[in-house]
């Protein structure tokens, strides 16, 4: 399941995995990935693990995202989002050799889902070779969640 969804910085829709900010202070980050595979693609899971972990810019940014594979996949209404952001995305099913063409041809270009897609595509045939869902993550972020709590509602 990709996304297609504007990105302010790019100026234009990106295909993405679907994902979210761990803006909730203390939220598990994989509390954080099934809120957000069921708000952005109406989907819940039956088995989660953990694929990579990517630090995109480490040389001047310490975002750091988790990436799941999420297996065992049922629809579920999606929420209504209202004016969201997430309102305005798009959903499509690819097969994984779809996707692997999408990045390596610079249609799938967001750091997470291209580490994503060819995680998979290593892993394909082999999920024993992911980790446990909640397998730690040392450069888990939490600066973001941190400052919403004390500076409070924008």
Not at 15 to 38: I, K, M, N, Q, S
Not at 51 to 79: C, I, K, N, Q
Not at 125 to 148: C, I, L, S, V
């Amino acid at each position: 399941m990709v996304i297609h969804q504007y990105r302010h910085a790019v100026g234009r829709r990106l295909w993405e995995l679907p994902a979210g900010l761990l803006d909730v202070d203390g939220e598990d980050p994989l509390d954080t990935a099934r809120r957000e595979l069921a708000e952005e693609a109406g989907l819940v899971a039956a088995d989660w693990s953990v694929l990579v972990d990517v630090a995109a810019s480490p040389g001047f940014s310490d975002e750091s995202v988790r990436v799941y594979l999420a297996r065992g996949l049922t629809e579920v209404a999606r929420p209504d989002l209202g004016d969201d952001e997430e309102a305005d995305l798009t959903t499509r099913w690819v097969t994984l050799s779809v996707a692997v063409r999408m990045v390596l041809s610079g249609t799938i270009v967001n750091a997470a889902t291209v580490a994503g897609v060819l995680a998979t595509h290593v892993l394909a045939g082999n999920p024993a070779g992911t980790r446990p869902a909640d397998a730690p993550w040392q450069d888990r972020p939490t600066r973001f969640a941190e400052r919403k709590r004390t500076e409070g509602p924008a």
